[in-house]
């Protein structure tokens, strides 16, 4: 089920709000009614992220054995034609 909680159940229901987390399921938090942030476990956010972190250490990788650089017109330019 969705958790929606006003940022200050960081505050005032810290362990219950980690208790939501920690089963896997983010918490968004809103501040006067507007959505704000979203709290996710380690484990969650390391799995939307590993791949894009995988991605830069490769990118990087490739820029040190390589003297190619391009400009950001040239890489978005590469992607839409992909």
Avoid: C, W
Wanted: hydrophobic share 35%; aromatic share 6%; net charge negative.
């Amino acid at each position: 089920m969705l958790q929606i909680r006003p940022v200050s159940d960081l505050r005032n229901k810290f362990p219950d709000i980690e208790k939501i987390v920690n089963a896997g399921e983010p918490v968004y938090l809103t501040k006067n009614g507007y959505g704000t942030m979203v709290v996710l476990s380690l484990e969650a956010y390391s799995r939307l992220t590993d791949g894009v972190e995988s991605a830069l250490d490769r990118a990087d990788k490739a820029a040190e054995e390589s003297d190619v650089r391009m400009n950001h017109e040239e890489v978005f330019g590469n992607l839409r034609r992909n």
